[in-house]
Structures are given as C-alpha cells and as structure tokens.
C-alpha cells in the first residue's frame, strides 16, 4: 500500500476530500478500497493503542464510506453540520468555553468574537496546558467563531475547566502572553543537537468556485507546531474562515481555508507568500 495513500486514507485530509474521484480512480474497485480499509485497521491496532482509538477508527470509516460512494457512481454523503455543542456555542456571548472529558480523549469547545490570529491564540493555550491536538474544527459564522478540539493530555489528567477557561480569556483580552510563555517552554526543552525530521511540506489549492485557498502542511508533530503556523497565517493579514487538524502518529496534517479579510480569493502572489512563511515558521 502506497504511503501517501495510506496517510490520506488514515488523515481524511481536506486535499482528499475534494479529490475523492482522484482517490477513487487511484484504488480502481470497491475490492481494493476495502483491502485498504482492512490493512489500515490493522496497522493501527499493531502500532498500539494511542492510534487505534474510535475516534480515529471514525475518521477512516467516514473517508471509506465517501469514497465507496464515489466508485458506486452514488452523491456523495453530506459534510457534517455544526454541532450541538457548536450550536449553542455561538449563541453565548463574549468568551465561552467547554471541556467535555471523555474516556481517552477531550473535547474543548470554544467560542469567541472573530479576529484575526485567534486561532493561534487557542492553539499556544492548549499547547500550553499540555493538550495535544488531535483534531480541530473551525467555523466562522457572522464574526463569531467557534472551535472545537479534540484533544489528549501529553501525560496526566487534564486540566480543570476553571484553569483552561481562565487561560483562554487572559489569552483573548492579552493578559495571557502565549508567546512568551511557549517561547521559554521551548528554549527549556530544546531538542538534543543533531535531532532531525523529515522536512515539512506546504501545499496549496484554490476552490475557484467558492474563492477559497486550501493550504495543506505535513510536518513532524511537537508541541507549538499549530500554534507557529497559526501565527504564520496570523501575520500574513489572512482570514482563516475554516481549519481541520488531525496528527497521524508522529505527524501533523492540517488544512487551513483562507480568503483575504474582505473574503475575497487570493492571488497566486499572496498564496506564494503565505506558503514561504509557513515553511519559514516550521524551519
């Protein structure tokens, strides 16, 4: 099984959802796909239990179930609407956040007026409060925004409500100086000399229809990576209108939906632009 087949199949990537007849044409038969689906759940279930978790099961049967869609000649499933949670989210005022504690994994929700460089803000707190990032969901909707993350402690139990939720606020009314904070973290456990990843990979595709740019990165995962990207896009004077973030092991897939701030498209000038800075942000 092809490695980058298997990494978007694992990831369900934004890049794969939008080229699920590529995927499709690729695999050539249902027999195959379910091949893959088969090897994939066993890979997961021989590299241990921090990858065969359900919720990483249910993003690899929700990608197989569209793909098989596609090779059956049928529409392909409806994207998933805004959550309950997601729902109330953006009825609160001001700054609201949830942490609901699940058995392996967390769910933080949070919702807050729109502005620029707000994901990164959310990013660095939960970095912080030793969360890694599982996946993310952004949506913007009237200039509130509202995120939902699935998250993991690096070691321990997680933090309380009350301390993520006061993070967040301090974070929003810059009380809370993440960068200060992440920046010394990293100069405390900076990597052994002569430590070395594979490099990362910045991509991009622009949605004429809708006027979106697609910006892919693959990179190794370590902690502060989104928010070092967010920041990125942050500084770039970009509207993030939607992001997905999912980390397969060891690295990091994370899409990001941009326009510019009057929610036009982007030149291919500025996407140029945007891709250098990101890399430089990894690098």
Request: zero cysteines; glycine letters at 6%.
């Amino acid at each position: 099984m092809p490695e980058e087949l298997r990494l978007r199949l694992v990831g369900k990537s934004v890049r794969v959802l939008t080229a699920l007849p590529e995927v499709a044409r690729t695999l050539g038969d249902v027999d195959t796909l379910e091949l893959m689906h088969e090897l994939t759940i066993s890979d997961a279930f021989a590299t241990g239990p921090t990858v065969s978790t359900e919720w990483r099961f249910g993003l690899i049967n929700d990608l197989v179930r569209r793909v098989r869609a596609v090779l059956a000649g049928r529409p392909l499933p409806a994207p998933p609407e805004l959550t309950d949670q997601q729902e109330v989210a953006l009825r609160q005022p001001g700054v609201w956040v949830l942490m609901d504690v699940r058995e392996a994994t967390s769910v933080v929700t949070v919702a807050a007026p729109d502005k620029v460089g707000l994901l990164a803000l959310m990013a660095g707190v939960l970095s912080l409060n030793r969360l890694n990032v599982l996946t993310a969901r952004v949506t913007t909707v009237d200039g509130r925004a509202v995120q939902e993350w699935t998250v993991r402690p690096a070691f321990g139990d997680p933090p309380s409500i009350e301390q993520l939720s006061s993070d967040v606020r301090r974070a929003v009314d810059g009380t809370y100086d993440v960068r200060a904070r992440l920046d010394k973290r990293d100069a405390d456990y900076a990597s052994p000399p002569g430590t070395s990843h594979p490099r990362p990979v910045v991509t991009a595709t622009t949605d004429g229809s809708q006027g979106v740019t697609f910006l892919e990165v693959r990179a190794h995962d370590a902690p502060g990576l989104l928010y070092r990207v967010a920041t990125a896009l942050a500084a770039a004077d970009v509207s993030v209108v939607g992001a997905k973030v999912s980390t397969l092991g060891s690295d990091a897939v994370d899409v990001f939906f941009l326009t510019d701030t009057e929610g036009r498209a982007l030149t291919d000038d500025r996407i140029a632009s945007i891709r250098s800075s990101v890399l430089s942000s990894l690098t």
